[in-house]
Nanobody, 123 residues
Framework: QLQASGGGSVQAGGSLRHSCGDS????????VGWFRQAPGKEREFVAV????????YYADSVKGRFTISRDNAKNTLNLQMNSLKPEDTAVYYC??????????????????WGQGTQVTVSS
């Protein structure tokens, strides 16, 4: 189980930050990332750091606004969200897994999840 924190409520244009940690296992050997799920919708990809090349990958909808970062020494994963929009409202989940590169955006590729944190952006 991953431990997530952060989220909250903010007006459009504001910023929030998420963090995710795991005291029982290391992130080092895993691809780790963030997904989100809005009411009535499926869980969708936001951003990941792929363990194979340590590069960051983003959904087009958040590119340029969100920044993902991982700290292997501290076993933490962060998501800085800037210029938030009402459509970013969702429950955000951190996940860890070992997908192949072509599958990094699929929630089914991840088998460890945090508890989810709510982000609400008002217009």
């Amino acid at each position: 189980q991953l431990q997530a924190s952060g989220g909250g409520s903010v007006q459009a244009g504001g910023s929030l930050r998420h963090s995710c940690g795991d005291s029982e296992r290391t992130f080092r050997g895993y691809t780790v990332g963030w997904f989100r799920q809005a009411p009535g919708k499926e869980r969708e990809f936001v951003a990941v750091v792929y363990v194979g090349n340590m590069r960051e990958y983003y959904a087009d909808s958040v590119k340029g606004r969100f920044t993902i970062s991982r700290d292997n020494a501290k076993n933490t994963l962060n998501l800085q969200m800037n210029s938030l929009k009402p459509e970013d409202t969702a429950v955000y989940y951190c996940g860890a897994g070992r997908p192949i590169l072509s599958s990094i955006s699929r929630p089914s590729s991840y088998y460890y999840w945090g508890q989810g944190t709510q982000v609400t952006v008002s217009s």
